[in-house]
C-alpha cells in the first residue's frame, strides 16, 4: 500500500478493484449483482403487501431485506472484498458505520430521553384533559 | 422580476454598514482597476485563478482566511465597544444590528477564517510532506476552494444588500424558523454555508484520497509526518460530519422555503432535534479546526527543539482516538436542554475522556522541547504560547463537561471565554505559527523576525486581556449576547475587555506590518536553500518556493523524519549525488472549472436567498454545464520535458551546493 507513487492508468478502475478480471467476469458480477438486487427489492414489496407471514414480523423481515441489499450493492457494485489491497475500503466503511451508528444511535437515544422528561405539547395537553 | 429583491433591501438609515460596504467597494473597484491597468490580468487569471496547483491553491485559501479575519476581528471590536459603553444605556448598536454582528462574527470566524486557514496550510504542506506531485484530484480542489469563496461573497454581500441572521452562529429554530425571522439573513446564513460546505466536503475527499493513496516510495503510514496524520484525521471528520451539517440546514431550508415543519413549534415538528443534529456536526467541527493546529505544532516543536517527535505512535494513537471519541460528546453543548441525568453523565465522562489524548499530546510537545536544542524563532513562540493558553482552555473546558457545572455556566460569558480561549489559543495559534513556519516556503523568502515576535507578544497578552476578564463576568454571571445590562459589577471587566481588544489589534497590526516589511526586504530575507529553519519533513528537501513539479524525483523515504535522515546520510557519505536521470513530468493543466462553477453557484445563491427562481435555474445550469464541459474534456494534462526539469533541478543543486561549500569554507 505504501508504493503507490504510479498507479496503473489505461481504464478505470475502482479503488481496489483487481485488474485480472476479464470483461466477461466483470459483466457477469454486474448481472449476479443486479438479479440479487431486483431479486430483494420484489420481496420486499411482497413481504409488505402479504397476509402469508406472522404480521408483526413483517418489519423485521423488511429491515433485513435493506441490510441485505445494502450487502449485494457494497459486494458487487462498489466492490468491497476482503483482500489486502481493499483495506482502505473497508476501514471507510467501517469508520462511515461506526459514526452512522453513533449518531442516529445517540440521537434516538438523546431524544427519546427529552421526550420522557419533557412531552411535547400536545401530550401536556392530553394530559391535562 | 427580482424576487423580494428592491430598493428596501439596502439599508440607507444604518449609516455603520453602509459606510464599511462603501469602503469595502472602493477597495476592490481600486485593486480591479490596477489590477487592469498595469495589465497583471492575464497573469491573475493564468497563474492563480485558474490554477490547480496546490500551492497556489493553499496560499489563495489563506489569503481568503486573513481578509474574512479583518472583517470577523472588527465584528469583534464592534461587540467589545458595545459591551464597554452600554451599561444603563444602548450603547451605539441597536439592537437588531448588534444581533447581526455576533452572529456574522461567529459565522465568519469559524467557517470562513479559521476552515480556510487550516485547509489551505493542509493543502500547501501535506502533498510536499508526502513527497508527491500535487493533490489526488487538482481541479476538483480549485473548485473546492472556489466554492468557499462564494460562501465567503454572499456573507459580505450581506453587509449592504438586506441583512444577516439575528440568530446566533447556529441559528437554532424556532428563533430562524420564518415565523420569527421571516427576513432574508437566515437565508443568507443557510445558503452560503450550504455552498461553502460543498467546497469544504471535497477538500475533504480530496486530502482524504491524497494521504491514503498519493505517498511517494518508502512513505509507509508510520513515517508520515505528524501534520499528515493530523490531517487525515481531520479530513475524515469532514467527510464523516459535514454532510450533517449540509442535512440539518436543509430541513431548515425546507421549513422555510416549502413550508415543512421539521423544526417548527407546530404541525409535528421538534425544535430540539435540530440543537441535537446541528451539534452532532457541531463538536467533530471543533476538532477538524483544532487537529491540524496540533500537526502544526508538532513539526514546529520538533523542528525548533532539533529534535524527533517524543513518543511518535503515542502521537499518532492519541490523533486517532479524538478522531473517534469527537463523535461521542456532542450532547454536552445542551446539557440543559432537559435529557435527564443518565444521558447528561455518559455524555460527561465522554468528554472527560477526549480531554486524556489532548493531554497526551501536550507532555509529547513538552518531552519533544526537554533536552532540545530549543530555537526561539516566531513560529516557536506561537507554539509555546499555545500550550500554556489551550491548557487554560482545556482545563475550563473539563470543568463545564461536568454537567451541574455546566447548568451554572451555560450561555454565560465564562463559556465564551471557554472557548474563544481553545479557538484563538489553539486553531489561530497554530495557524500563525504554521503561517510563519511555511511562509518561506511558499514564496522563497523568510518573514521578519522582530515584528514577528511583536504580533505574537500583543497577540498574546491581549488575548489574555481580553478573555480572563469574561471568565469573571461569567462567574458573576453575566450571560453572552447581551445588547446592553444593568448590573454595576459588570462593567469594569467589559472596560478591560475592551483594552484587550485594542492590544489585540496592535498585534494584528503588527502581523500586517510584518508582511509589508518582509516583502520590502525579500531580498536580504530569500531563502536559497529551500531549508531556512534546519527542517527535518519532506517539504524542506525541494527549493523556496518549489518548482510547480515539488519534486524532480520521488524522494526514497527510509525512516521517520525522512529529510533529516536524508541530510545525516549526506553528511556521511559524500555530498555528490551520481548525475540523476531527469524524465518527463507529466502535470494537469490548469482549468477555469472551479472559478466559472462559484461564478454560477455565487448567482444562483444570491437568487435564492431572494427567491428569483429564473436566476436560480440560470445559476444552477451554468454550473451543471461547466462541470459538463469540464467531464468532456479531451487533454487534462501537459508535459514537462526531462531538459526543463533538469534545468530546474540543477539551478536549485548549484544554489544547495555553493551554500554548503561556503559553510564548510567558515
Known amino acids: 500500500m505504501s508504493d503507490q507513487t504510479h498507479i496503473p492508468t489505461g481504464h478505470d478502475l475502482a479503488p481496489g478493484e483487481e485488474e485480472q478480471h476479464s470483461v466477461g467476469e466483470r459483466i457477469l458480477g454486474y448481472v449476479v449483482g443486479l438479479v440479487l438486487a431486483l431479486l430483494l427489492t420484489a420481496t420486499s414489496f411482497f413481504i409488505a403487501g402479504t397476509d402469508l407471514v406472522w404480521q408483526p414480523s413483517i418489519p423485521v423481515a423488511l429491515i433485513v431485506l435493506a441490510i441485505a441489499q445494502m450487502g449485494v450493492h457494497l459486494v458487487f457494485f462498489l466492490h468491497i472484498t476482503t483482500g489486502p489491497d481493499n483495506t482502505n475500503n473497508v476501514l471507510a466503511l467501517a469508520f462511515g458505520l461506526l459514526v452512522v451508528f453513533l449518531v442516529v444511535g445517540g440521537t434516538v437515544w438523546i431524544m427519546s430521553h427529552l421526550n420522557g422528561n419533557m412531552p411535547p405539547m400536545d401530550q401536556i395537553m392530553r394530559m391535562r384533559t | ?666
Open chain 2, 1 to 666: 422580476m427580482l424576487g423580494k429583491l428592491d430598493w428596501s433591501a439596502i439599508p440607507f438609515d444604518q449609516p455603520i454598514p453602509l459606510v464599511a460596504g462603501a469602503v469595502v467597494l472602493v477597495a476592490i473597484l481600486a485593486v480591479l482597476i490596477w489590477v487592469v491597468v498595469k495589465g497583471h490580468l492575464p497573469y491573475l487569471w493564468d497563474e492563480w485563478i485558474t490554477s490547480v496547483d496546490h500551492k497556489r491553491i493553499g496560499v489563495m485559501y489563506i489569503l481568503l482566511a486573513s481578509v474574512m479575519l479583518l472583517r470577523g476581528g472588527s465584528d469583534a471590536i464592534m461587540m467589545r465597544i458595545q459591551q464597554a459603553v452600554a451599561y444603563q444605556s444602548q450603547g451605539y448598536l441597536p439592537p437588531e444590528h448588534y444581533n447581526q454582528i455576533f452572529s456574522a462574527h461567529g459565522t465568519i470566524m469559524i467557517f470562513f477564517v479559521a476552515m480556510p486557514f487550516v485547509i489551505g496550510l493542509m493543502n500547501l504542506v501535506v502533498p510536499l510532506q508526502l513527497g508527491v506531485r500535487d493533490v489526488a484530484f487538482p481541479t476538483l480542489n480549485s473548485v473546492g476552494f472556489w466554492l468557499t469563496a462564494t460562501g465567503a461573497l454572499l456573507v459580505n454581500i450581506s453587509l449592504v444588500v438586506g441583512e444577516f441572521a439575528r440568530t446566533g452562529w447556529l441559528a437554532f429554530p424556532p428563533l430562524s424558523g420564518l415565523s420569527y425571522s421571516p427576513g432574508v439573513g437566515v437565508d443568507y446564513y443557510a445558503w452560503s454555508l450550504q455552498i461553502s460546505g460543498v467546497g469544504t466536503l471535497v477538500a475533504g475527499i480530496n486530502l482524504v484520497t491524497t494521504v491514503l493513496k498519493l505517498r511517494t516510495r518508502g512513505m509507509n503510514y508510520l513515517r508520515m509526518p505528524m501534520f499528515c496524520w493530523t490531517t487525515l484525521a481531520s479530513n475524515l471528520l469532514i467527510v464523516s460530519a459535514f454532510p450533517i451539517l449540509t442535512a440539518t440546514l436543509a430541513m431548515l431550508l425546507l421549513d422555510r422555503y416549502l413550508g415543512f415543519h421539521f423544526f417548527t413549534n407546530e404541525a409535528g415538528g421538534n425544535v430540539m432535534m435540530f440543537m441535537n443534529l446541528i451539534w452532532a456536526w457541531g463538536h467533530p467541527e471543533v476538532y477538524i479546526l483544532v487537529l491540524p493546529a496540533f500537526g502544526i505544532f508538532s513539526e514546529v516543536v520538533s523542528t525548533f527543539s532539533g529534535k524527533a517527535l517524543f513518543g511518535y505512535r503515542s502521537m499518532v494513537l492519541a490523533t486517532m482516538a479524538i478522531c473517534v471519541v469527537s463523535f461521542m460528546v456532542w450532547l454536552h453543548h445542551f446539557f440543559t436542554m432537559g435529557a435527564g441525568p443518565d444521558v447528561n453523565a455518559i455524555f460527561g465522562i465522554a468528554s472527560m475522556i477526549i480531554a486524556i489524548p489532548t493531554g497526551v499530546k501536550i507532555y509529547n510537545w513538552l518531552f519533544t522541547m526537554y533536552g532540545g536544542r530549543i530555537r526561539f524563532a516566531t513560529p516557536m513562540l506561537w507554539s509555546v504560547g499555545f500550550m500554556v493558553t489551550f491548557i487554560i482552555g482545556g482545563l475550563t473546558g473539563v470543568l463545564v463537561a461536568v454537567p451541574p457545572a455546566d447548568f451554572m455556566l451555560h450561555n454565560s460569558m465564562f463559556l465564551v471565554a471557554h472557548f474563544h480561549n481553545v479557538i484563538i489559543g489553539g486553531v489561530l495559534f497554530g495557524a500563525f505559527a504554521g503561517f510563519e513556519y511555511w511562509f518561506p516556503k511558499a514564496f522563497g523568502f523568510r518573514l521578519d523576525e522582530r515584528w514577528g515576535k511583536a504580533a505574537f507578544w500583543f497577540t498574546f497578552t491581549g488575548f489574555y486581556v481580553t478573555f480572563m476578564p469574561l471568565y469573571i463576568a461569567g462567574m458573576l454571571g453575566m450571560t453572552r449576547r447581551l445588547q446592553h445590562y444593568d448590573v454595576a459589577a459588570w462593567r469594569p471587566w467589559m472596560i478591560v475587555a475592551a483594552i484587550g481588544m485594542a492590544v489585540l489589534s496592535i498585534g494584528v497590526i503588527c502581523q500586517i506590518m510584518q508582511l509589508v516589511v518582509s516583502i520590502r526586504n525579500r531580498e536580504a530575507l530569500r531563502d536559497r536553500t529551500g531549508d531556512p529553519w534546519d527542517g527535518r519533513s519532506l517539504e524542506w528537501a525541494t527549493s523556496s518556493p518549489p518548482p510547480v513539479f515539488n519534486f524532480a524525483f520521488h524522494p526514497d523515504v527510509r525512516g521517520e523524519d525522512a529529510y533529516w535522515d536524508m541530510k545525516t546520510r549526506a553528511q556521511q557519505q559524500s555530498f555528490e549525488h551520481d548525475v540523476p536521470e531527469y524524465q518527463d513530468i507529466e502535470m494537469p493543466r490548469n482549468s477555469p472549472t472551479g472559478f466559472i462553477c462559484a461564478f454560477f453557484a455565487s448567482i444562483m445563491g444570491f437568487a435564492l436567498i431572494w427567491h428569483i427562481w429564473w436566476m436560480v435555474i440560470l445559476g444552477g445550469l451554468g454550473a451543471f454545464a461547466t462541470f459538463v464541459v469540464f467531464a468532456w474534456r479531451d487533454h487534462d494534462e501537459y508535459v514537462i520535458p526531462a531538459e526543463e526539469v533538469a534545468r530546474i533541478d540543477r539551478i536549485n543543486l548549484e544554489e544547495r551546493r555553493s551554500l554548503v561549500s561556503m559553510a564548510g569554507a567558515v
